[in-house]
T-cell receptor, first 112, second 112 residues
Framework: AQTVTQSQPEMSVQEAETVTLSCTYD???????LFWYKQPPSRQMILVIR??????QNATENRFSVNFQKAAKSFSLKISDSQLGDTAMYFCAPGYGNKLVFGAGTILRVKS | ETGVTQSPTHLIKTRGQQVTLRCSSQ?????VSWYQQALGQGPQFIFQ???????GRGNFPPRFSGLQFPNYSSELNVNALELDDSALYLCASSPGRGTEAFFGQGTRLTVV
C-alpha cells in the first residue's frame, strides 16, 4: 500500500520567518513524482512545488523549496519569508502514474 | 486560459438519491481525475479518465461511476447516496498521464 505521513497536524510561524513541513511516504514504485499542494479556506487546491523522483537536485520555486531524500522516502517543504497569505492546509502528495496519494495534511498558520 | 471549473458549488441530497457532478477541464488537458475529500482529511482518488476511457480506479464501490466527453469535460455520478458520501468532491485535469494535476474549486455534497 502507498501511504503518506505528515507528522505535524498543525504548525504556526511568525510572518517573515522560515518554517519546514515534513512528509514521509512509503512506496515500492521507482518512477513517480512528488508534489506539495496548499488548500486555503477557499477550498481550491493549489500546486506549490513539484519534484521528479529521478532528479537528485531539490526543486525550488521562489520562497518554496524542498528537501528530497529518496532513500529515506522523505520530502519536506521549506517556506522562507512566510507571508500571511501562506496560511492554509498543506498536503504532500506523491504521484504514481494515474493518481495522487495525499497525506492527512498540515495546517499552517502565519501570525503577524 | 480558463482553469478547471466544477458545478454545482454546493449540493444537498437525500440518502438513496442519485447525484451528478460536473467538471470542465483546463484548456488543452486530456486527463481528468476525481477525488473525494472528507472533512479534515486528505483527498482520496476515485478514478481517472484519459481520452474518454477510464484509466484507473481507487477503492470506491461501483455506485461511483464517471464519464469523459470528447471535449474532455467529465461527470461523476453517485447512485444510492449514503450519509458517508458527504464530502468535498474535487476534479483535477492534467495535460497528460503522470503530470501535475490542476484542481477545480470542488463541489460540497451533503447527504441528509
Amino acid at each position: 500500500a502507498q501511504t503518506v505521513t505528515q507528522s505535524q497536524p498543525e504548525m504556526s510561524v511568525q510572518e517573515a520567518e522560515t518554517v519546514t513541513l515534513s512528509c514521509t511516504y512509503d512506496t515500492s514504485e521507482n518512477n513517480y513524482y512528488l508534489f506539495w499542494y496548499k488548500q486555503p479556506p477557499s477550498r481550491q487546491m493549489i500546486l506549490v512545488i513539484r519534484q521528479e523522483a529521478y532528479k537528485q537536485q531539490n526543486a525550488t520555486e521562489n520562497r518554496f523549496s524542498v528537501n528530497f531524500q529518496k532513500a529515506a522516502k522523505s520530502f519536506s517543504l521549506k517556506i522562507s519569508d512566510s507571508q500571511l497569505g501562506d496560511t492554509a492546509m498543506y498536503f504532500c502528495a506523491p504521484g504514481y502514474g494515474n493518481k495522487l496519494v495525499f497525506g492527512a495534511g498540515t495546517i499552517l498558520r502565519v501570525k503577524s | 486560459e480558463t482553469g478547471v471549473t466544477q458545478s454545482p458549488t454546493h449540493l444537498i441530497k437525500t440518502r438513496g438519491q442519485q447525484v451528478t457532478l460536473r467538471c470542465s477541464s483546463q484548456s488543452g488537458h486530456n486527463t481528468v481525475s476525481w477525488y473525494q475529500q472528507a472533512l479534515g482529511q486528505g483527498p482520496q482518488f476515485i478514478f481517472q479518465y484519459y481520452r474518454e476511457e477510464e484509466n484507473g480506479r481507487g477503492n470506491f464501490p461501483p455506485r461511483f461511476s464517471g464519464l469523459q466527453f470528447p471535449n474532455y469535460s467529465s461527470e461523476l455520478n453517485v447512485n444510492a447516496l449514503e450519509l458517508d458520501d458527504s464530502a468535498l468532491y474535487l476534479c483535477a485535469s492534467s495535460p497528460g498521464r503522470g503530470t501535475e494535476a490542476f484542481f477545480g474549486q470542488g463541489t460540497r455534497l451533503t447527504v441528509v
